[in-house]
Every structure is written in C-alpha cells, then in structure tokens.
C-alpha cells in the first residue's frame, strides 16, 4: 500500500499514454520562471486605453469569475512609456498569475495571461520554461496547489523562493499537450456560457429599468401592448402594501433551539429569488424565543450587514422560514402580486438609501423602508410583468446550472488526469 501511495500516476490516462510510466517530481523554480509585479503609482492609474493591461489582484478575480479565467483585459492600462519609467518587464503571453498576499492569496484564484500586461506588486507569475512545459499545462497544474500551505505569518503571502521550492509532477512534453488540449478546450467551452449567462443577465437588468417607471415619472417606458393605454401607474409606499416583521436569533448555547427543520434565514442564504434552504435551522421550540416565522410568500429583505454595499439581497421565502435580526420580512397585502412586488424593489435597489453604521456594515432604516414609494398598475400588468420576468428567471437559473454542470466535470477531470496531492506528498 505504501508503494502504491508513492505511485506518480494519475488514475485516468489517455490510451497511448497509459504505458508512459510516473510522472516526474520537479519544484516549480526547474519548470516555470517566476515573474514578478510592480508598484502602481496613482499618477499612472486610471488610463482605460492603452498597449498593455496593468493587472491588479481584482482584474485576475475578475477574470476568473466572468471570463473562465482568460485574463485580456484590466480596470488600468499602460503604454510603452509608462513600462520604461517603472523600469518594468512585461508578463508575456501564456503566463499564469495569481494573488500572493493577502486575503485574495487564500482563494486560490488562477488566471490565464492572453495578452502582455504588467502586474501589480501584489501579485505574481509563473511563465513555463520553453522546452521544458506546456504554459496551458502550468496554468492548469497550478490550479491544484494550495498556497495557504506554503505560506505564514498573519498576513498569508508568498515569496518568489517559496514558489520555487514547491514540488509538482509532470508527464512527458505529448502527454502534457494532450491534457491542455482537452481540458483548455473545456475551458473556452466555459469561458463562452459565462459570457452568455452575463449577457442574459445584464439583458434582465437593462429590461428591468424599462418595465418600471424610472425617477420622477409613473408610467414605464416599455410595455405590453395589451396595457398601452391603460393609463398611469398609482404611486404607494410599502408601508401601505405591507406589514412589516423583525427577527432574531435564538440562544446558541440552547441545544434545543437548533439544528431543527425549519430554515433560519441570514445573510448568507440570501442569494437565490426564492429561498428555502438555510446555512442553519432551528426547532419549534425557537419560535418565539428569539426568533420568529416568516410565511410562506413573505418577502426578506436585508435591513444590516457589510453585503449592502454590494447590493441589497431581497428574496421571497419558498417556505415558512425563521430568520435573524439583521433581515426584515414583509407580508404583502392581497392588493399587490408579491413578485410583481419583489422584481420591482429589485429594479429600484439603486434607490434604497444604506446609511454606514460606522463598523464596516451598512443599515437600512426601517422609516425609510415604508416610506419608499412603489408604483402599482392593475393586477393583470402586475401578473404579465411578473410571468415576464420569472421566464427570464429561469432560462437563467438554467445557464447558471449548466455552468455548474460543466465546471463540475472539468474539477473532476483535473482530479482524474492528475495524480492526486497525496501522491505527491508521500
């Protein structure tokens, strides 16, 4: 069992590859050059155009997150000029690159370099040694490495001779091609529904602000012909729509008032249009002691917490939900479609007022909750937009699982056509 620990073979091989033999065990400083990034001077930030990218940790985040990690782009850019006065060398084309202090080192986020760019000091690069690797091939095989194992201090960073020093294992020059070749094509497969999921969303978005009345006016500017003459919008406030509830949470040191089959809704679940599940759940005997009941169709709205700066999670509960102090449930009234009204308040987030609470986290008053104005056509427009928009809903909670789908089969390929880290290790 010992010897098979050691085995430097991956358990899936390509068919002319399965006699090949182990892969060879090599540190990363024999295999790869490590290339380093430089000061950003604020004089030289905030160029949209120019010849190269200068790629910030957030431009690689980006990149993973929208792009399947093919970085070609940045917030910032530099032309040749520029490069001379940092006295600078460029990240050439096939590089990987990735945080290496910080928070944003502990993610482990991987992008692949498409264009030559500079870096920020934050960051840092692995460019292939020709002859010796497949760049496609480091750039995957890096997606393996955990650097929070190689890295100290309260503030995780790396340095360019810990880079170096950490071992990985390669096949021959033919059996790494193979691999970038299937797995980079899967990669672009990725890249390209992720760029189609965005699209679908921004397109939501953009329909959104045209199907509600924009500031000051109180009918839409796009809308169904059917309703085309059906007049003006009537102006409300939520406080007239809804009555309006606070939770809370139970004692964490009462074992009986957890882990139940009723969802406790925080923050952190807040993220689909319609929420039935919970990171925590309580039990009956909760209910009423720190917490409380959301029904069934109420809307939750996220009243506190750093997440407002980014956006205000509004969700509808799927379920009869308990939920904590920071969120606020809203039982909509008979006059109103609840996801007539939730799309609404989505649309209008730009105009919910988060006041800083001096700690890091934003606030929504709840005055200012029930005084902000909605706007209300008859039932039957209500029901059209929301059928409308729940459609798009849906094609792109479609994408997003066949994004997942695909994501999932590429993270199961890489543990199949790698030896896996314990190998490495033994």
């Given at each position: 069992?010992?010897?098979?620990?050691?085995?430097?073979?991956?358990?899936?091989?390509?068919?002319?590859?399965?006699?090949?033999?182990?892969?060879?065990?090599?540190?990363?400083?024999?295999?790869?050059?490590?290339?380093?990034?430089?000061?950003?001077?604020?004089?030289?930030q905030g160029k949209e155009n120019g010849k190269y990218p200068f790629c910030k940790v957030s431009d690689i985040s980006r990149a993973v997150a929208e792009q399947g990690g093919l970085l070609a782009d940045a917030t910032n850019?530099?032309?040749?000029?520029?490069?001379?006065?940092?006295?600078?060398?460029?990240?050439?084309?096939?590089?990987?690159?990735?945080a290496k202090i910080g928070e944003a080192l502990r993610l482990n986020r991987r992008a692949f370099v498409q264009r030559e760019c500079l870096l920020d000091n934050n960051a840092v690069g692995l460019k292939a040694i020709d002859?010796?690797?497949?760049?496609?091939?480091?750039?995957?095989?890096?997606?393996?490495?955990?650097?929070?194992?190689?890295?100290?201090?309260?503030?995780?960073?790396?340095?360019?001779?810990?880079?170096?020093?950490?071992?990985?294992?390669?096949?021959?020059?033919?059996?790494?091609?193979?691999?970038?070749?299937?797995?980079?094509?899967?990669?672009?497969?990725?890249?390209?529904?992720?760029?189609?999921?965005?699209?679908?969303?921004?397109?939501?978005?953009?329909?959104?602000?045209?199907?509600?009345?924009?500031?000051?006016?109180?009918?839409?500017?796009?809308?169904?012909?059917?309703?085309?003459?059906?007049?003006?919008?009537?102006?409300?406030?939520?406080?007239?729509?809804?009555?309006?509830?606070?939770?809370?949470?139970?004692?964490?040191?009462?074992?009986?008032?957890?882990?139940?089959?009723?969802?406790?809704?925080?923050?952190?679940?807040?993220?689909?249009?319609?929420?039935?599940?919970?990171?925590?759940?309580?039990?009956?005997?909760?209910?009423?002691?720190?917490?409380?009941?959301?029904?069934?169709?109420?809307?939750?709205?996220?009243?506190?917490?750093?997440?407002?700066?980014?956006?205000?999670?509004?969700?509808?509960?799927?379920?009869?939900?308990?939920?904590?102090?920071?969120?606020?449930?809203?039982?909509v009234k008979a006059t109103i479609d609840t996801e007539f009204l939730l799309h609404q308040l989505l649309a209008f987030q730009s105009r919910i007022h988060i006041n800083e609470t001096g700690i890091g986290a934003g606030k929504?008053?709840?005055?200012?909750?029930?005084?902000?104005?909605?706007?209300?056509?008859?039932?039957?427009?209500?029901?059209?937009?929301?059928?409308?928009?729940?459609?798009?809903?849906?094609?792109?909670?479609?994408?997003?699982?066949?994004?997942?789908?695909?994501?999932?089969?590429?993270?199961?390929?890489?543990?199949?056509?790698?030896?896996?880290?314990?190998?490495?290790?033994?």
């Open positions: 069992m010992k010897e098979e620990q050691k085995a430097l073979k991956p358990r899936l091989r390509f068919p002319e590859f399965r006699d090949a033999g182990e892969w060879e065990e090599k540190p990363i400083g024999k295999v790869c050059t490590v290339l380093q990034g430089y000061g950003f001077p604020t004089a030289m850019y530099v032309d040749d000029v520029d490069v001379s006065k940092l006295r600078a060398k460029l990240i050439p084309l096939g590089s990987t690159v990735f002859g010796v690797v497949n760049d496609y091939f480091i750039y995957l095989l890096s997606q393996l490495i955990d650097l929070n194992e190689h890295c100290g201090g309260a503030v995780p960073s790396v340095n360019k001779s810990n880079l170096e020093a950490i071992e990985v294992v390669l096949p021959g020059s033919d059996e790494q091609q193979k691999i970038a070749d299937c797995l980079s094509s899967l990669d672009v497969l990725i890249s390209a529904h992720t760029k189609k999921l965005d699209a679908l969303k921004t397109h939501k978005k953009g329909l959104m602000q045209q199907l509600f009345p924009r500031e000051g006016e109180t009918v839409p500017r796009l809308r169904f012909s059917e309703f085309l003459d059906a007049g003006e919008w009537e102006v409300n406030t939520m406080g007239s729509l809804a009555s309006f509830s606070s939770g809370g949470t139970p004692s964490k040191s009462n074992l009986e008032f957890w882990n139940g089959n009723i969802p406790w809704i925080s923050a952190s679940s807040m993220y689909d249009l319609v929420v039935e599940n919970a990171d925590h759940y309580v039990t009956p005997l909760a209910i009423g002691n720190g917490t409380r009941i959301a029904k069934k169709g109420s809307i939750l709205v996220l009243v506190r917490g750093s997440m407002l700066f980014k956006r205000v999670p509004i969700c509808i509960a799927g379920t009869d939900v308990a939920f904590n102090q920071d969120v606020k449930a809203l039982e929504i008053e709840l005055e200012h909750l029930k005084s902000f104005k909605i706007f209300v056509p008859d039932a039957a427009e209500q029901r059209c937009i929301a059928n409308f928009l729940n459609s798009l809903d849906a094609l792109i909670t479609a994408h997003t699982k066949k994004l997942d789908v695909l994501k999932s089969h590429k993270k199961g390929l890489m543990q199949q056509l790698f030896p896996s880290p314990e190998a490495v290790e033994a």
